[in-house]
């Protein structure tokens, strides 16, 4: 399994990105698990898809490191590539990254760039690692 891990502080936009990120690909994918709501929060989901053969799942409560490293489990054997959201204040999911896998730093947001700009950026980075 190849992973993903979108990096950031609290409050930066990581799961709005991988929602964007989710919404972009489903229309050309096949839907192997239903994206279901994890937490209090209504924006954080998991979700597998399959786009272009290959079996996708999502995981965006990235706010608790014991559950970033038990999506990593639970999605080993499950797919080809996990993306999932992780505060950069936790060590354990990055020790347990391979070589291969990708770290995205989360793009903060300025005074020349709103988070929906960093957000998009950030969304078109993690498509492009998908997609090569």
């Known amino acids: 399994m190849f992973i993903i891990m979108l990096i950031g502080k609290d409050n930066t936009g ?36 399959e786009y272009q053969n290959k079996r996708i799942a999502f995981y965006t409560m990235g706010d608790r490191s014991r559950d970033v490293c038990s999506a990593m489990n639970k999605y080993h054997n499950k797919c080809d590539i996990l993306i999932l959201a992780c505060n950069d204040k936790f060590k354990n ?22 988070e929906k700009d960093a957000n998009e950026e950030d969304k078109n980075k993690i498509i492009n690692l998908i997609k090569n």
């Open 14 to 49: 990581k799961t709005e990105t991988l929602n964007l990120v989710y919404n972009e690909l489903l229309p050309s994918s096949v839907t192997i698990e239903y994206k279901k709501q994890l937490g209090k929060q209504e924006n954080d989901f998991e979700s597998i898809i």
């Open 93 to 114: 999911p990055l020790k347990r990254m391979k070589e291969t896998d990708k770290k995205v730093e989360k793009t903060p947001k300025d005074f020349n760039k709103q």
